[in-house]
């Protein structure tokens, strides 16, 4: 069969008056550090999918299951099983550098740790608050809202990112990141997209080999949650390569090069 590249073309976010200026080192900084965070998300979110796979194929674990806490442990990703009282952990599984198989899993019943429970309490409290109708928070039918924290400098980091089961979809943008302070309440947020961009890994009958979309002028650089999702469904599930973003703000297009985990940035001129 013949493959073919399908390029989807997106306007995301609100346009806004001027352009912006970076130097190279500053766009290098800026995406390394993208890089970085798109990486970590990444990992929590494939760690999420991975154990609550495995928590469903247990009937023991399945039906006690009362969500998941995913956190970082030095060098690995912890994911915690909750019981329908969340306040313990009946399935518990560590990632390394492999994040579909966990290196060590235990079967157990036991109070959440000091720490997990501190970030469980946490998360939920920034959860609770970013649903209100204050922030609008919204997907449409077909699809869902997973969510990560992150601890950061200055408390923690609530991302969003948009789901679906949908076949041959990669879903992409409706993503928001909520900035909480180390008791949980929330200081700051932004949407980084302003509604789902899907993505299609077949078209016609034909599979798609690359994917892009535009962001404009208040959302400059391609996102953490770009890169996550495109590495989730594009990478992971469909097989596709690479993923580039336009930027209107920049005039740059910024390649995200999965199997290299690179960005790379090239000038498309004034």
């Known amino acids: 069969m013949k493959r073919i590249i399908f390029l989807f ?4 976010t609100v346009l806004l008056s001027g352009k912006e200026k970076y130097s190279k080192a500053e766009i290098r900084q800026k995406t390394d550090s993208i890089l970085a965070e798109g990486n970590l998300l990444y990992r ?3 760690a999420a999918w991975v154990s609550t796979d495995l928590a469903m194929s247990m009937k023991e674990v399945k039906d006690n299951f009362g969500g998941y806490l995913i956190y970082k442990s030095e060098d690995s990703i912890k994911a ?8 313990t952990c009946i399935y518990e599984m560590t990632f390394f550098k492999d994040g579909t198989n966990p290196y060590k899993e235990l079967l157990v019943n036991r109070k959440l740790s000091v720490l997990e429970e501190e970030l469980q309490v946490i998360k939920v409290k920034i959860m609770n608050e970013a649903l209100t109708p204050a922030y609008a928070v919204n997907w449409p039918e077909g699809y869902s809202l997973a969510m990560e924290m992150i601890p950061c400098e200055t408390g923690y980091k ?18 928001y990141i909520f ?17 789902v961009i899907p993505a299609m890994a077949t078209y016609k009958g034909e599979k798609v080999v690359g994917v892009v979309h535009s962001h404009l002028m208040a959302e400059p650089f391609i996102t953490a949650t770009d890169i996550c ?11 596709l390569k690479d993923f580039k973003v336009v930027s209107s703000a920049l005039s740059k297009l910024f390649t995200y090069d999965a199997i ?11």
């Open 9 to 12: 073309f997106v306007f995301t």
């Open 44 to 46: 929590y979110e494939k």
């Open 80 to 87: 915690i099983i909750l019981g329908k009282d969340h306040s």
């Open 158 to 175: 609530l991302y969003m990112l948009i789901g679906t089961s949908k076949k041959d979809v990669i879903p992409m943008g409706n993503d």
């Open 179 to 195: 900035f909480a302070d180390k008791k949980g309440a929330i200081t700051s947020w932004r949407k980084f997209h302003s509604m």
């Open 229 to 239: 999702n495109f590495k989730l469904y594009g990478y992971d599930y469909y097989g």
């Open 260 to 270: 290299k985990n690179t960005i790379e940035t090239i000038d498309l001129g004034k």
